[in-house]
């Protein structure tokens, strides 16, 4: 079983950031892949980005790529989304994950657990 609690989401003008974090607990935490997802009013939930608690092997999506970064700290358990020039479109709520996949590229269907989510607002 593994819990996620995420944090930090909030109002923001066009072009400033935000950091996401999402503390994990559970005795087997560091054998799931972690990934952030957000979802839009209206819209489906869709992939931002994925990283590995060993090694830090990360992927991105690339509507965000060269904006936000994926990191983790393993010592404290948590998953970090720096989210940089953020756009009015990347308003959503933001989800952090966890599946047993061991693939970076894993589908939303296939993340086991999901935190409460946390909302991003990007004002023009």
């Known amino acids: 079983q593994v819990q996620l609690v995420e944090s930090g989401g909030g109002l923001v003008q066009a072009g400033g950031s935000l950091r996401l974090s999402c503390a994990a607990s559970g005795r087997t935490f560091s054998s799931y892949y972690m990934g952030w997802f957000r979802q839009a009013p209206g819209k489906e939930r869709e992939f931002v980005a994925a990283i590995t608690w060993i090694g830090g092997y990360t992927y991105s999506a690339d509507s965000v790529k060269g904006r936000f970064t994926i990191s983790r700290d393993n010592a404290k358990k948590t998953v970090y989304l720096q989210m940089n020039s953020l756009k009015p479109e990347d308003t959503a709520v933001y989800y952090c994950?966890?599946?047993?996949?061991?693939?970076?590229?894993?589908?939303?269907?296939?993340?086991?657990?999901w935190g409460q989510g946390t909302q991003v607002t990007v004002s023009s």
């Open positions: 994950a966890a599946t047993r996949v061991h693939n970076l590229k894993a589908g939303r269907d296939e993340y086991d657990y």
